[in-house]
């Protein structure tokens, strides 16, 4: 079993930068691939990044390309997201979730563990 944790959500000015943390815990070689996934209130959770073991893989949805890096120092066993130029869209809940295998994928289905969010709320 995985536990994560994320940490460094809060308020924030369009424009501002803010940087999401994702601790893992307990067997962390099963967090092969991790990644951001966020929910909007009133909508469904949709991918934002994710990165391999290694972190010389990463993807990005379209939304955020540009805007948010996605790294990891497995040292720490602990993943971030940095994001920068914010925007009123970006309000959201932001999960951090981890899959055993070892190949990124956007698919939530495909990750075997959740977080329990951090709220990022972008004021305009």
């Known amino acids: 079993q995985v536990q994560l944790v994320e940490s460094g959500g809060g308020l924030v000015q369009a424009g501002g930068s803010l940087r999401l943390s994702c601790a893992a815990s307990?067997?962390?070689?099963?967090?092969?691939?991790m990644a951001w996934f966020r929910q909007a209130p009133g909508k469904e959770r949709k991918f934002v990044a994710t990165?391999?073991?290694?972190?010389?893989?990463?993807l990005y949805a379209d939304s955020v390309k540009g805007r948010f890096r996605i790294s990891r120092d497995n040292t720490k066993n602990t993943m971030y997201l940095q994001m920068a130029n914010l925007k009123s869209e970006d309000t959201a809940v932001y999960y951090c979730?981890?899959?055993?295998?070892?190949?990124?994928?956007?698919?939530?289905?495909?990750?075997?563990?959740w977080g329990q969010g951090t709220q990022v709320t972008v004021s305009s």
């Open positions: 979730a981890a899959r055993r295998r070892r190949f990124i994928t956007i698919f939530q289905s495909d990750y075997d563990y």
């Open positions: 307990g067997r962390t070689s099963s967090s092969s691939v």
């Open positions: 990165i391999n073991w290694s972190g010389d893989s990463t």
